[in-house]
């Protein structure tokens, strides 16, 4: 996305956040939480900090300050943080106080399991449980049936030939 797509609506960031965890990619959503005005206001950045979208900024935030935050924010491994911008940059009166939610946006982790024997049902299912995107994979349908599996999200492959099962 180039700078001139940077203003956008709420709808659009909401579509480059799901591109971004289809593409397995890592984001920051920034969101002006309090503020003399614009709270609300949202900002979407890419890992190196660029500026992917956000809604209309009219209101004079400091934009550059915010990226490099946000990419010092995915350094960290946090999942959400909330700061006043006076603790990360300089800023004028306005905006000094303003509060802004940080929140990290990526996919899913992901298991792939070989063998849908007992074992691997039950470590599928655990997965599942614990929010992990699971595939399992074996060469015997009738161990790779959906009535063992819990979690109607894991994906059951019937392999004819493990090389191709596994790409």
């Known amino acids: 996305m180039d700078s001139s797509d940077s203003k956008a609506s709420s709808s659009s960031i909401s579509k480059a956040v799901l591109r971004i965890l289809e593409e397995g990619s890592t984001a920051v959503l920034v969101t002006v939480i309090e503020a003399p005005s614009a709270v609300g206001l949202k900002m979407l950045f890419g890992p190196s900090g660029s500026l992917l979208r956000q809604l ?4 004079g935030a400091p934009v550059d300050a915010i990226a490099i935050q946000a990419s010092k924010f995915l350094a960290l491994k946090d999942e ?3 700061l006043r911008i006076r603790e990360f940059a300089e800023s004028s009166d306005d905006w000094r106080e303003a509060k802004l939610l940080f929140e990290r946006l990526q996919p899913a982790p992901s298991l792939v399991v070989c063998g849908a024997g007992h074992v691997g049902a039950a470590l599928a ?3 599942a449980q614990l ?3 699971t595939r399992v994979i074996d060469d015997r349908a009738e161990f790779v049936a959906r009535e063992r599996f819990l979690d109607g999200r894991i994906e059951l492959i019937t392999a004819t030939s493990w090389r191709e099962a596994v790409k």
Do not use: S
């Not at 209309?56 to 209101?59: E, G, P, Q, S, Y």
């Open 56 to 59: 209309d900024n009219d209101c």
């Open 80 to 82: 959400t943080l909330v």
């Open 125 to 127: 299912n655990l997965a």
């Open 131 to 133: 929010g992990y995107r």
